[in-house]
């Protein structure tokens, strides 16, 4: 299946300049979404992890489907007051300005073997800081699944040391 033709690009979006890759429209089509995840989880084979971990929200969108498929538990990934039990943050710098993630102190324990799912990988920082909360409780972060790469963008330099994964690359 050609998933490319599947995503819309909004051209300035969220601001003037940038050229949005929107997956809703990939979402919409249940045939689509489902064999994009099953392609997530096809380019994985191999790689041996206990859990997934997604940030939010569009690594839901991804991570928990692939995570009932391949029965592992799901660990999600919030912005700050949205998960109810004791968390750990990471602050982390981004283009323009910063913003900080939450996981459950309880979500990973001592030698998990983790898989990162995201929709989109650009810039690395949101991955990255993910990686580190993983990395902070004594996860294993084992690879990177995004389903769309801006490989102009060179993210996987940032994430260098990890082993990244991504199913629709964009050069531009």
């Known amino acids: 299946m050609d998933f490319k033709s599947k995503i819309r690009v909004v051209e300035d979006f969220p601001k003037e ?3 949005f890759k929107d ?3 990939l979402l919409l089509d249940g045939e689509a979404y489902s064999e994009a995840i099953n392609k997530c989880i096809e380019m994985l084979d191999g790689v041996a992890y206990d859990k997934i971990v997604g940030p939010e929200a569009r690594g ?3 991570g928990a489907p692939m995570s009932v498929l391949t029965q592992k538990g799901f660990i999600p990934v919030r912005k700050p007051g949205k998960l109810p039990f004791e968390t750990i943050q990471h ?3 981004l283009e323009y300005g910063s913003d900080i993630l939450e996981v459950h102190k309880d979500a990973i324990s001592k030698g998990d073997r983790i898989l990162v799912v995201d929709d989109l990988l650009a810039t690395g920082g949101t991955a990255k800081a993910v990686c580190e909360l993983v990395e902070k409780l004594g996860g294993e972060v084992v690879g990177l699944a995004f389903m769309m790469e801006l490989s102009f963008l060179n993210g996987r330099e ?3 040391g990890y082993d ?3 199913v629709i690359p964009f050069e531009s």
């Open 17 to 19: 300049g940038i050229s």
């Open 91 to 93: 602050k982390y710098e």
């Open 164 to 166: 990244v994964y991504s």
């Open 60 to 62: 839901f969108l991804l």
């Open 158 to 160: 940032v994430l260098e």
């Open 23 to 25: 997956i809703t429209t």
